[in-house]
């Protein structure tokens, strides 16, 4: 079974701080995804990559940033966190979406409150 | 963009009924997916489905590509079906319809 892996479930952070936030396939997957879900708005994609240094900007891209150094890792980065990043945030990953049966899997989620 | 579009957007059921949910595309049926969101906010993925006929239990999920849909069918629905169920689908990014609610009671 793929298993993607989130470093924390929930998380406090202070408006101002940098904060990371980590995710590990194990399945030699080559395309990483963020995404964060919030109340009526649905999923929406932060950034994704689709090879090790390599990175895409998905549909809401400001304010973070992300760090793809190895292939099984994938790090969303807010610089100067702020209260409207308050947020669950889902990491993804897939073997790659530019060939058939390629499903999407999904870590169990980081609750991000910034306060 | 891809538009996708869900309905209904919220299902209540009694224990053991059927039911049928539907997502509408708009573009090319790359990489369609189901997912279900447990009440722990926890995505998983159901089926991999750009097209025809997929089982899994008591879940199955048609797409017809051709005519932009895709249907999930829960059969004998059980308290641990409730959660939200998603399609998604696009090219290298998937993008998500806003969900099918669903509540099964007792």
């Known amino acids: 079974d793929v298993k993607v892996t989130q470093s924390s479930r929930y998380l406090v952070k202070r408006t101002g701080e940098k904060v990371f936030l980590e995710c590990v396939q194990d399945?030699?997957?080559?395309?990483m995804f963020w995404y964060r879900q919030d109340p009526g708005l649905g999923l929406r994609l932060i950034y994704f990559s689709y090879d090790v240094k390599m990175k895409e900007k998905g549909d809401i891209p400001e304010g973070y940033s992300v760090s793809r150094e190895k292939k099984e890792r994938f790090s969303l980065i807010l610089e100067s966190a702020s209260t409207n990043q308050t947020s669950m945030y889902l990491c993804?990953?897939?073997?790659?979406?530019?060939?058939?049966?390629?499903?999407?899997?999904f870590g169990n989620g980081t609750r991000l409150t910034v306060t | 963009g891809i538009q996708v579009e869900q309905s209904p957007p919220d299902l209540i059921l009694q224990e053991g009924a059927n039911s049928t949910l539907r997502c509408n595309f708009s573009d090319s049926v790359n990489n369609l997916q189901w997912f279900h969101q447990n009440p722990w906010g926890q995505l998983i993925n159901l089926f991999y489905i750009p097209s025809g006929t997929k089982q899994n239990g008591r879940l199955s999920a048609t797409t017809v590509a051709t005519e932009r849909y895709s249907l999930l069918y829960i059969s004998s629905s059980q308290t641990t079906d409730s959660g939200v169920y998603f399609c998604a689908l696009g090219f290298q990014k998937l993008v998500f319809g806003t969900g099918t609610r669903l509540l099964v009671s007792p």
């Open positions: 399945m030699d997957h080559e395309n």
């Open positions: 993804a990953s897939s073997l790659s979406l530019l060939k058939n049966n390629s499903p999407l899997h």
